[in-house]
């Protein structure tokens, strides 16, 4: 099974809602559950919880008393358990929505697959995104103006290895599987440099009593 890198939050009034559907039972009439793993933002895992589905569709609403009190953010991955084997890699990009002070969920399905796990074991293997010898340069495709109260990127890392990288003039690190949230209200045209080959972030945008969380 292949995880993408979902973001949670329930710092700051956010709430999130994890929404998945049972793909292997709709395609394929196989039986599955789900294996949801929460790291922090340091890359500490925090919480493991197991998922049997009930419905062909449902969620989970990720709030600060599901996760213990934590008001923080962070990641989680999720992982198909399958009982049948020979089975093709399985990746299911699911959605998440984040609500900020009771706004309507802003969806967002997942971003890039940044770790694995065979069916029939327990251990995850990380480093699914590679590395370059040199610098590169990965702008974000839109332009932020001033038409938004706040903007925000969120970035992680998911190798085993500490990375630094420049957002346009400002340096930033983060450790191994890691995770920043970076303020980027007063740029303009966006501009990351690393080693890595996709350093794929998230948007989340504010307008009064709203946001929106995309892709870039």
């Not at 080693?195 to 995309?214: A, C």
Request: proline share 2%.
């Amino acid at each position: 099974t292949l995880s993408d890198a979902f973001m949670w939050r329930t710092d700051d009034k956010y709430q999130t809602i994890f929404k998945f559907t049972n793909i292997l039972k709709l395609y394929f009439s196989i039986e599955n559950s789900l294996d949801l793993i929460f790291f922090s933002k340091n890359g500490e895992c925090i919480k493991k919880y197991s998922l049997k589905y009930k419905n062909l569709s449902s969620s989970l609403v990720i709030n600060d008393t599901f996760l213990g009190g934590i008001k923080d953010y962070g990641y989680f991955l999720v992982f198909s358990n399958v009982e049948k084997k020979n089975l093709l890699p399985i990746r299911n990009s699911y959605y998440i929505g984040y609500s900020w002070k009771n706004s309507p969920y802003s969806l967002v399905h997942g971003n890039i697959p940044i770790a694995s796990r065979k069916n029939d074991s327990t251990e995850i293997k990380r480093n699914t995104v590679g590395y370059s010898f040199k610098k590169l340069s990965y702008q974000v495709q839109m332009k932020y103006d001033n038409s938004f109260d706040k903007s925000e990127l969120f970035v992680i890392n998911p190798s085993d290895k500490q990375v630094k990288f420049r957002v346009n003039n400002s340096e930033y690190a983060i450790k191994s599987y890691g995770c920043l949230l970076i303020d980027v209200t007063e740029l303009d045209i966006i501009q990351i440099v690393s080693n890595f080959y996709y350093f794929r972030p998230l948007t989340i945008n504010y307008r009064e009593k709203f946001i929106d969380v995309l892709h870039n």
